[in-house]
């Protein structure tokens, strides 16, 4: 590690160094020391043992585990429920974040506060309880079941649990650009004889779109990563309601270590694909910030 | 939130009546989503955790079996949070005191957790520390068992709350800046007591916000800790394993009764992190967001 040396100011030429700007602040290498080897210890490591274990068997191998019918199978299950979940929770989020942004009513920082239940509640009493309201007999599964419509034990279940595991993403996300936009620009639009629907769509969804894509995006990744609310309310039939995260628990569960590394390695290069996006994302944002400052 | 002006609007900017209507049905769509999609779920949790009367709501509670795994996930969280509490003070101490190198891919490594699924983020320490693992041939020869015990459990554990007093921390220090803790130094103050009485009652709503979330995902991890735990009942059954245990044995009632104690768990935090918010002036960044790099 290079070493800081007093109040050195940096020239160019200068030898590189480690630390690009000297502080007079103590305690440098003690915290960036631990950072490095709990950071190391605690995800490095089994990240890099995990990724290791997927591609041991080689491309071949690997290839052929991820695209076993089963697997593919889960992988439509999985994307495509995430991918509806995350579009219900971009719409309802997006309401839930105009609401809380631009309207006053009573009991409004008690709904505020409720958007965050789905981090705080455990995913697998989510799940349970979600699976009693929707089942045959439960408070709202017996309104829809004369219906035709079943939602426990069916790819719908599915989309019900991601989306209340995702929607707080987008709120989050989207509620403080709503707070930061002006309503001045609003009434402008107003005043020149603008509709509510132009507003809307020319003023509030171009300024939120970044936010309300990111917001979707983070949704998007939890449900798909989602486990616990997912497995109660799913069903779990191999091939039609069987999601990619209980496949890895099924293949540990019968032992087959290869199989299992090598489906959480594709679910991995998933999570960061997603990551790059939304830090993507986060990039045009902060550019967009700066551009109308 | 503060953005309208002061200044007198005009006939043209009063709502008009239709745009008043539409204003409240937006508000009763949001609370009729809010109460369909997260109070029922909550309600249902009580409801069906009291379904048999008070009597058996207790017994349930009292079993030996739902009573360890109480104190077990007591245990784990008071390593884990506490872990995550050093690591999450080091970290942002050494990002937002000092400029160095690499310090954007360190803030992104920190994220890591938060975009892994739980099932991926368990099996990982499986590939470490199971039979098959890296260190497992080793750990067998010397009768040390992490996986299948609680030492997994709690690295489990340890992994899903990795960033979030980090993440809380990061921007809130960034923000605040690092004046008067120059300031201490240049007077002639030692860095330990620099942070025992500059920094750490500055940031100490910052780093209780982040330790209740932390505290609250680690009592409700289910996921990760269901991969590692090896469901053995009464040794390596947290409160949400042994919930999914309970409801698999269709034992319903007592499912909900333990569930109950984890919907308790996280109404209590929710109101807490609303407390804080309201009486520290903090509006932390909402968890689980994107840190500003």
């Keep these: ?293 | 939130m503060s953005g309208r002006s002061n200044v007198p609007s005009s006939a043209i900017l009063q709502p008009t009546v239709p745009q008043r209507m539409g204003r409240v049905a937006l508000i009763l769509l949001a609370l009729l989503f809010l109460g369909g999609f997260l109070i029922l779920p909550v309600v249902a949790v009580f409801a069906q955790a009291l379904s048999q009367g008070w009597k058996l709501y207790f017994e349930s509670i009292r079993q030996e079996d739902v009573l360890s795994a109480l104190r077990l996930t007591a245990l784990v969280a008071s390593i884990a949070v506490p872990l995550n509490v050093v690591f999450g003070i080091a970290a942002s101490w050494a990002i937002t005191r000092f400029d160095f190198h690499g310090k954007s891919l360190l803030i992104t490594l920190i994220d890591i957790p938060l975009s892994v699924s739980p099932v991926v983020a368990g099996m990982m320490y499986v590939e470490v520390f199971g039979l098959h693992g890296w260190l497992g041939p080793w750990l067998q020869e010397h009768n040390l068992h992490v996986i299948f015990a609680v030492p997994g459990i709690v690295l489990a554990t340890v992994f899903v709350t990795f960033p979030f007093v980090a993440r809380e921390l990061i921007p809130f220090m960034q923000a605040q800046g690092s004046d008067e803790e120059t300031a201490a130094v240049v007077l002639g103050a030692n860095g330990w007591s620099v942070f025992w009485r500059v920094t750490l009652p500055n940031i100490k709503w910052a780093l209780l916000y982040g330790t209740i979330l932390a505290a609250s995902r680690s009592i409700g991890e289910f996921g990760a800790v269901s991969v590692v735990s090896g469901h053995i009942r009464g040794q390596t059954t947290t409160l949400p394993l042994e919930v999914e245990m309970l409801y698999n044995e269709y034992s319903f009632t007592a499912a909900f009764a333990a569930a109950s104690l984890l919907t308790l768990a996280a109404i209590v935090t929710l109101v807490i992190k609303k407390m804080i918010e309201v009486t520290s002036g903090v509006h932390p960044v909402p968890e689980e967001e994107e840190v500003e790099s």
Excluded: C
């Design chain 1, 1 to 293: 590690m290079a070493i800081v040396q007093g109040n050195q100011i940096r020239k160019p030429g200068r030898r590189w160094s480690f630390v690009t700007k000297s502080s007079p602040l103590p305690g440098f290498r003690l915290s960036l020391g631990f950072t490095m080897v709990y950071l190391t210890v605690i995800v490095l490591i089994p990240l890099v043992a995990t990724l290791l274990h997927a591609a041991r068997g080689g491309f071949g191998v690997f290839l052929h585990t991820v695209t076993a019918p089963r697997v593919l199978a889960s992988y439509r299950v999985t994307l495509g429920s995430s991918a509806a979940a995350a579009l219900l929770s971009a719409i309802f989020g997006m309401l839930l974040a105009w609401v809380l942004a631009r309207y006053t009513f009573p009991g409004k920082r008690i709904l505020d506060a409720l958007v965050d239940l789905p981090f705080a509640l455990p995913t697998a009493v989510a799940g349970i309880s979600l699976t009693a309201l929707y089942a045959e007999h439960g408070w709202i599964g017996r309104y829809l079941e004369p219906h035709g419509i079943h939602v426990a034990f069916t790819p719908l279940g599915i989309v019900l649990a991601m989306s209340f595991v995702g929607f707080p993403f987008v709120v989050r996300s989207v509620q403080p650009v709503l707070e930061d936009l002006d309503p001045a620009m609003e009434e402008a639009a107003a005043s020149l004889g603008a509709n509510a629907w132009q507003r809307t769509t020319r003023i509030i969804l171009p300024v939120a779109f970044p936010a309300l894509l990111t917001g979707s995006a983070l949704a998007f990744a939890r449900a798909a990563g989602e486990y616990g609310s997912v497995i109660f309310i799913a069903g779990n039939m191999p091939m039609k309601t069987e999601i990619t995260a209980l496949l890895i628990v099924t293949k540990l569960e019968e032992y087959d270590y290869a199989g299992a590394a090598a489906i959480a390695g594709a679910m991995l290069a998933l999570s960061f694909t997603i990551m790059l996006v939304v830090n993507l994302l986060q990039w045009w944002i902060q550019r967009r910030e700066g551009r109308r400052v």
